[in-house]
């Protein structure tokens, strides 16, 4: 139990663009494959949520921004494996493409509700990118409770199912911005925190798995094997420093 770890994976976008927020579709065919060949089962944060993850290790894959390529390149390979994934999606801008600070030029794509539709009727799970991607943490409360409120709304409107998850955009929540998410009903939130979530990790603080740090072989399968714990360090460290000296929204 102490050392039971669920790494929560982050993926944006699945293409050749470059920058921080893209793999390329080689890389990531390569970490599913890897992933497939470990065992680690890859399970869903519903599975986290209500406590049924009782492996020592499990995976589960979250993709931020909702971008074309993730129905075009990355949904393909994860149906091939069998693998369930979490879709985070910013709901003004679906059927657009990306609008908002510290996007890529020229922007990106976005999935438009027909294809998010088809998507969840084949079994991707969709949580709210808020409405419009702003920094939670910068917002009024009325502004804020909108965003996590209406964006949760709206997606359980046109799925017509639950919407229990959330990824605050650029990873930025503090102590208001969790508690306004836990009065909007969320069961789950993550950050961008590099580490390992346990089953006492705080569900409204999930730290993830950056997967660019992972784009060699070697090192994503001693990863997975609990071999990898001294880079994941390094990465940490780098990432914070890193953070200092950026605005929060770089390269997120
Ligand atoms: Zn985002």
Known sequence: MADRRIDILMYHSI?????????GPEVFAMQMEVLAASGVPVLTLDDLAEGRIRVPRAVVLTFDDGFQDFAETAWPLLKRHGFPAMVYLPTDYLGSVEGWRGIASPPRPLMDWDTVHDLAAAGCGFGSHTLSHPALTSLSEPELDREVTQSRQILEARLARPVRHIAPPYGLADARVRAAIGRAGYATSVSTRLASATPNSNLLDLPRIEMF??????????HLAGRGRGYMLRRRALRAARARLLSPWAGL
């Open 15 to 23: 293409s050749e663009r470059g920058g921080a927020t893209a793999i």
């Open 213 to 222: 740090y992972f784009a060699d072989r070697h090192r994503w399968s001693d």
